[in-house]
């Protein structure tokens, strides 16, 4: 193809239509909603980790899986300090990957309510091992029989995330922990095994 086209356009005018369709395949990826960005390596986890190798991606999705979050100002005051232009960046991002989507709130149209896309709730085994492994090996706020009833009870766990998501059910699976101060914050129910 680049031979018959070289033909109909000699020297520079080729080079010039070349960068433009390169421009335009850059513009508009292949397959809708997959980015046309290079890859360090086809490995899995590196893929993955460039969608939410970063602090506040696997943070939103906690908040919208684990606290019922649905909205920026509650992403905002979660207690972890995340700047408002990093907040809508990363927010953003989870919408291009397909992990999160925005939809106007019925009563106030605007504000935004995101939610979790299946490929975001397909997440939750992911985040149930990271709250366990984090609880195990360091300190953290988390209660200690939360967790242990949460180890222990996995698929129970991960089966009434996956339903509260179908249901559109905001009711946290966890309390919100002890923050920096040692004071608790409990503000919903958390899941009873």
């Given at each position: 193809?680049a ?5 109909l ?11 433009i ?5 850059d ?20 893929i993955?980790?460039?969608?939410l ?22 992403f ?18 989870l ?24 490929k ?5 085994p992911?985040?149930?091992e990271l ?18 009833e ?44």
């Amino acid at each position: 193809m680049a031979d018959r086209l070289r033909r109909l356009w000699p020297g520079r005018l080729f080079n010039c239509v070349a960068c433009i369709v390169q421009a335009i395949f850059d513009i508009f990826p292949a397959v809708a909603g997959k980015s046309r960005s290079k890859r360090r390596s086809d490995c899995p986890v590196s893929i993955s980790l460039e969608i939410l190798g970063d602090r506040w991606s696997l943070l939103i999705i906690r908040d919208l899986m684990v606290r019922g979050y649905r909205t920026f100002k509650e992403f905002q005051g979660a207690g972890e300090g995340i700047a408002t232009n990093i907040l809508s960046d990363r927010l953003r991002k989870l919408q291009v990957a397909g992990i999160i989507t925005a939809g106007v709130e019925k009563t106030d149209g605007r504000k935004l309510n995101y939610r979790l896309t299946e490929k975001g709730i397909d997440l939750a085994p992911v985040l149930l091992e990271l709250l366990i492994w984090g609880a195990r090996h360091e300190e953290t706020g988390a209660p200690c029989t939360v967790i242990d009833e949460m180890e222990k009870n996995r698929q129970q766990v991960l089966v009434e995330t996956r339903r509260r998501w179908q249901d559109r059910d905001p009711t946290p699976i966890l309390p919100k922990f002890a923050d920096r101060r040692g004071r608790r914050s409990l503000t919903r129910t958390p899941l009873t095994a």
